[in-house]
């Protein structure tokens, strides 16, 4: 018995590697064109721009940078040496688009001088901080 001629093992070669290519391709190619529907960061994007103090009283400026409307979720208030959340404001409000909206964050005692971090998140997951001092 003789094998199969050199010209034939290359022409199956090449076939099975045609094939082998095709394959790989149509699952690379559908699993690459899956994007997500919205991005929450084209969607949602705020931004922190003043806080004020009015005793126990924390008041956040946000402003909402896209033209659709974004709920902002909670709101925290952290010390900026330890790291520790002082207080939060779990209310959610809805900003228009390119609107400024004021939330406001009670805490239980007066701050005391140092750097505090105001900061915010979407219901997307978006965030923005904005870092104060209390002299």
Do not use: H
């Not at 409000?93 to 001088?113: F, T, Y």
């Amino acid at each position: 018995m003789k094998g199969v001629s050199p010209i034939i093992a290359t022409v199956l070669l090449i076939l099975i590697s045609i094939a082998t290519s095709l394959i790989l391709w149509n699952w690379v190619s559908s699993t690459v064109s899956q994007t997500p529907s919205e991005p929450p960061f084209l969607s949602e994007r705020v931004k922190i721009e003043a806080v004020s103090i009015e005793g126990n009283i924390v008041k956040v400026y946000v402003r909402n940078l896209v033209n659709n409307d974004v709920r902002v979720g909670p709101v925290y208030i952290i010390n900026g040496s330890s790291g520790l959340t002082l207080a939060q404001n779990l209310s959610s409000v809805v900003i228009r688009g390119g609107d400024v909206a004021e939330v406001s964050v009670e805490l239980k005692m007066l701050l005391p001088r140092g750097v505090y971090i105001a900061k915010v998140t979407t219901a997307k997951g978006y965030e923005a901080s904005y870092v104060f001092a209390v002299t």
